[in-house]
């Protein structure tokens, strides 16, 4: 059964910076994209980040800031989040996809993890 725990989530002022991991378990995931999501309150689920075989792909939103990685070995995924703004308060999640090459839409996506919620103070 495949599981995906994301961790790293918190309270931090505008400015901040802040790492989320995310492990996978259940299979071997090196041959499949794994992406980056987040919802707002009363917004859709937004994509931010994917690893996928054609390298890493980030939203233009959080290009610069973000930084999405890979630990195979793992099986985890990361992203470090640098310069936070209290926009970017949001559940973040992290999902892999069935293939390789997904990218940035949400029904690419067969897993998800529960997700992490970050709060950017002011």
């Known amino acids: 059964q495949v599981q995906l725990l994301e961790s790293g989530g918190g309270l931090v002022q505008a400015g901040d910076s802040l790492r989320l991991s995310c492990a996978a378990s259940?299979?071997?995931?090196?041959?499949?994209?794994m992406g980056w999501f987040r919802q707002a309150p009363e917004k859709d689920r937004e994509f931010l980040a994917v690893?996928?075989?054609?390298?890493?792909v980030y939203a233009d939103s959080v290009k610069g800031r973000f930084t999405m990685s890979r630990d195979s070995a793992k099986n985890t995924i990361y992203l470090q989040m640098s310069s936070l703004k209290p926009e970017d308060t949001a559940v973040y999640y992290c999902?892999?996809?069935?293939?390789?090459?997904?990218?940035?839409?949400?029904?690419?996506?067969?897993?998800w993890g529960q997700g992490t919620q970050v709060t950017v103070s002011s």
């Open positions: 999902a892999v996809a069935d293939k390789f090459y997904s990218g940035s839409r949400e029904v690419e996506y067969a897993y």
């Open positions: 259940g299979r071997t995931f090196s041959n499949y994209a």
């Open positions: 690893i996928n075989g054609l390298g890493t």
